[in-house]
């Protein structure tokens, strides 16, 4: 049964993306795998950047997108930067989680690879993509960003040579409870490529939850090169 509240919240989504042109700018978003700015978006839509910023808040209150303010550490006005809802992910015609997994898991069963080996790769693709975001922020911020992109809903706890994430949602729960071996493995590779991608960080702790009540906390030590 679909309660009023998400009801209420599906027909905004529906409406902001009934505009050609908002849709356009809410799968390019989806689509880039890293925050946007106006500028850039500005370019491919060929409007006017108070046009752009006008659609950017309708996507933005109708919770498909979310705003963030850029870091930096040169000279120059930081810049609001976008990216898809982690909570929208999988819907509206974008991939999701589920995509990512069996996306990877048909890989392991085609390689006759571990789900491990598999995320680990993954992982440091994804880690080389995230590469240039290096420039504006270390590699324990990317890290977390990262989690909270494909959904985990991160808190940090950062200390000067250890980051701690407890990971408050899992976007697979009903088919990790069942095959922990299978999924949780997949994201322990994963945040391991990741690590070893990103550089400067190693994983040494790997926690999944054993229940819905409980939360995966992962640990990772900074400094290790």
Avoid at 50 to 69: D, F, G, I, P, S
Avoid at 88 to 102: C, K, N, Q, Y
Avoid at 130 to 135: I, N, S, V, W
Wanted: with cysteine.
């Amino acid at each position: 049964m679909v309660t009023p509240k998400v009801d209420a919240e599906l027909v905004l989504q529906g409406r902001a993306l009934g505009d050609p042109t908002r849709h356009h700018i809410f799968r390019y978003i989806a689509e880039a795998g890293r925050p946007v700015g106006v500028a850039e978006l500005t370019a491919d839509v060929k409007l006017n950047h108070n046009a752009v910023r006008q659609h950017l808040a309708v996507l933005r209150e109708a919770a498909l997108v979310v705003e963030e303010v850029e870091e930096r550490d040169r000279p120059g006005r930081p810049r609001l930067m976008y990216r898809i809802a982690p909570e929208v992910e999988g819907s509206w015609g974008t991939r999701g989680p589920l995509d990512f997994l069996a996306q990877a898991l048909a890989e392991a069963i085609s390689t006759n690879a571990s789900p491990y080996d598999v995320g680990r790769r993954l992982g440091r693709e994804r880690a080389a993509e995230l590469a240039p975001e290096l420039e504006v922020a270390d590699r324990a911020e990317l890290l977390e960003e990262e989690m909270a992109r494909r959904g985990f809903r991160p808190t940090a706890k950062d200390r000067p040579t250890r980051l701690e994430l407890s990971l408050h949602h899992c976007p697979f729960a009903s088919v990790a409870e069942t095959n922990p071996e299978v999924v949780c493995e997949l994201h322990r590779g994963v945040m391991d490529g990741l690590c070893e991608g990103l550089g400067d960080l190693e994983v040494t702790e790997f926690t999944p939850r054993r229940n819905r009540r409980q939360v995966c906390r992962v640990a990772a030590q900074i400094g290790t090169d």
